[in-house]
T-cell receptor, first 114, second 114 residues
Framework: NAGVTQTPKFRVLKTGQSMTLLCAQD?????MYWYRQDPGMGLRLIHYSVGEGTTAKGEVPDGYNVSRLKKQNFLLGLESAAPSQTSVYFCASRDSRSSYNEQFFGPGTRLTVL | DQQVKQNSPSLSVQEGRISILNCDYTNSMFDYFLWYKKYPAEGPTFLIS?????DKNEDGRFTVFLNKSAKHLSLHIVPSQPGDSAVYFC?????????????FGTGTRLKVLA
């Protein structure tokens, strides 16, 4: 199992450009999450999904959109990137049957918006 | 307002000694807590969890203590090893719907000195 993978690992954008971050998991997990991590702050939830075809807003959803067309994939889109979106983005997934309720994280995508 | 706080940004401990990482929270509705470990350029990995119905949970060298009246959580690592050097995050959830949306602390960087 590859676990949770994220594409790309690094990206530099100019203000106003758009991009999509891809998260894929091969563990058949129902729940998927997108977080951002900024210096001096913990991970903050952007959007999450409780199953294929469903998405919901987290703490900091503004400026982002998501889609979960397939159970194994969770896409995070930036329609018009801003310097404030410079961050490290982590995707996670969770098995609803887990007794520990833990989330499995991908390696992250480092995004810089100039 | 930061609902989950890790007031010590860093901690240094000698190899073989005990490491104690602390976490405070403000929301009395939090009922599930996790600790994650994060190495540079990697995603967080799950360490240990505790439900609010318990006050202690142990897994090998790792023990988590929960003091609900003080709204305080701590992670004990005994004995500490150089490979434990990482950033540790605590996370809390008030979840009642099964989505387990976690609020993360800002992290404590642990350095275990050989």
């Amino acid at each position: 199992n590859a676990g949770v993978t994220q594409t790309p690992k690094f990206r530099v954008l100019k203000t106003g450009q758009s991009m999509t971050l891809l998260c894929a998991q091969d563990m058949n997990h129902e729940y998927m999450y997108w977080y951002r991590q900024d210096p001096g702050m913990g991970l903050r939830l952007i959007h999450y999904s409780v199953g294929e075809g469903t998405t919901a807003k987290g703490e900091v959803p503004d400026g982002y959109n998501v889609s979960r067309l397939k159970k194994q994939n969770f896409l995070l889109g930036l329609e018009s990137a801003a310097p404030s979106q410079t961050s490290v983005y982590f995707c996670a997934s969770r098995d609803s049957r887990s007794s520990y309720n833990e989330q499995f994280f991908g390696p992250g995508t480092r995004l810089t918006v100039l | 307002d930061q609902q989950v706080k890790q007031n010590s940004p860093s901690l240094s401990v000698q190899e073989g000694r005990i490491s104690i990482l602390n976490c405070d929270y403000t929301n009395s509705m939090f009922d599930y807590f996790l600790w994650y470990k994060k190495y540079p350029a990697e995603g967080p990995t799950f360490l240990i969890s505790i439900s609010s119905i318990k006050d202690k949970n142990e897994d090998g060298r790792f023990t988590v203590f929960l003091n609900k009246s003080a709204k305080h959580l701590s992670l004990h690592i005994v004995p500490s090893q150089p490979g434990d050097s990482a950033v540790y995050f605590c996370a809390a959830s008030t979840d009642t719907s099964g989505t387990y949306k976690y609020i993360f602390g800002t992290g404590t960087r642990l350095k275990v000195l050989a």
